[in-house]
């Protein structure tokens, strides 16, 4: 070999490291550096999660953020579960990673977290690798939330496409690792803590193509899509919370409004939504009791009408019955004056909307206090 031969291939060899991107590890944690939309949802997230519970979670990329574009799909299928989306369009494994570092989990306790990422490693990342960050996301997981369950579903499938620079997607290579990352995920499956499932097969065609109808750009789902997602995801998740509705929805609330009743206000009215199956309910229109907490004007004698989104009464009460009394120790309200003029009202309510209306005799006025109670 010439001297001048030896220089152009060591020249050569020097071009082509200098071209070489080294993909980051994607089980290590990382922020999405200069990316504002990252931070600004991150925010809002941490926000959902000290503002009440969350029965089921749903984290992942743009596929799960996307959720947002079918709001009424959403809703029907998962509300009432109390769902929280923390999907975030363009993440990878790492981001979720460092996501759940940084809190996302720390101040809920759901019945069960569905986890759907890895898809944006795998131009870059090996399988090998994106499976060991997948496996990380879900020890992550149980070590921050032991009690949850989760449902780890198998990254989609891609089709043939262009990507957003214009290049093409080499989407046959990412198939391939797709294939053997779900292989090894399913392994996770201990058919109780967490739960794998493949709604791959439903995307696709027999001979393995996805209808546009489904995925318009051969990744992200259409409303077509996110329905075959619900009838496919709907028996398993449901078998997974059990009966979230009856334990949880609703359960151990406390809500209360208090304010002045007469003179300017001759009623007081409350607001109150059941979602999910029937359930039953203590609602209390407290007045005279009120004196033994050091209220000086609470009112003598508060009437309490209860009525459905319908206008339709569907209880009224305006001296308490003292046999409801151990409905209240149920629920761990305070105790009402025995004989004292204080309204309550044991219902079982369907869902819908209902209000409390709170009155009281003419010429009457003092401080009431509302509140209802779903009963174990």
């Given at each position: ?17 200098v ?9 290590v ?33 743009s596929?799960?953020e996307?959720?947002?574009n ?15 989306n ?6 990878r494994?790492?981001y ?55 449902l ?20 046959e ?20 803590r ?22 318009p ?44 009743l ?49 206008n339709?009464i ?6 308490w019955?003292?046999n ?28 819908g ?23 174990p």
């Amino acid at each position: 070999m010439t001297i001048r031969s030896f220089l152009l291939l060591g020249l050569c060899a020097s071009l082509s490291l200098v071209g070489t991107t080294v993909a980051a590890d994607p089980s290590v944690g990382i922020p999405r550096a200069g990316n504002a939309k990252f931070y600004r949802l991150h925010s809002e997230f941490l926000k959902r999660a000290g503002e009440g519970r969350v029965g089921v979670l749903f984290l992942g990329d743009s596929i799960t953020e996307q959720w947002a574009n079918v709001p009424s799909l959403w809703e029907s299928a998962w509300g009432q579960y109390d769902p929280a989306n923390f999907g975030i369009g363009g993440d990878r494994t790492e981001y979720i990673i460092w996501r759940i570092e940084e809190h996302e989990l720390d101040n809920i306790s759901p019945a069960a977290v569905v986890l759907l990422a890895g898809t944006n490693n795998t131009a870059e990342n090996s399988a090998a690798e994106i499976s060991a960050a997948m496996r990380k996301m879900v020890a992550l997981i149980q070590e921050k939330l032991p009690d949850t369950k989760i449902l780890l579903l198998a990254i989609f499938p891609r089709g043939p496409r262009v990507q957003g620079n214009g290049v093409v997607d080499p989407w046959e290579l990412r198939m391939a690792k797709i294939n053997e990352i779900n292989a090894d995920l399913a392994t996770l499956d201990d058919g109780d803590r967490v739960r794998f499932l493949d709604l791959g097969p439903a995307f696709q065609n027999e001979d393995g193509t996805i209808p546009d109808r489904i995925m318009p750009d051969q990744l992200h789902l259409s409303e077509a899509g996110y329905e075959i997602w619900i009838e496919q995801m709907s028996p398993l998740l449901a078998e997974m919370v059990g009966d979230y509705e009856a334990t949880h929805q609703g359960r151990a609330v406390n809500l209360s409004t208090r304010a002045r009743l007469g003179a300017d206000q001759d009623t007081v009215v409350a607001g109150l939504v059941v979602r999910g199956g029937r359930k039953d309910f203590l609602i209390r229109a407290v007045g005279p009791t009120l004196s033994n907490f050091g209220v000086t004007d609470s009112h003598p004698d508060p009437r309490m009408v209860i009525r459905d989104e319908h206008n339709e009464i569907v209880a009224t009460n305006d001296r308490w019955d003292s046999n409801l009394s151990t409905s209240s120790s149920q629920v761990g309200a305070f105790p009402l004056n025995p004989g004292s003029n204080d309204a309550l009202a044991r219902v079982t309510l369907d869902p819908g909307a209902y209000t409390v209306e709170v009155t009281g005799p003419a010429g009457t006025t003092g401080n009431v206090l509302v509140e209802c109670y779903e009963l174990p």
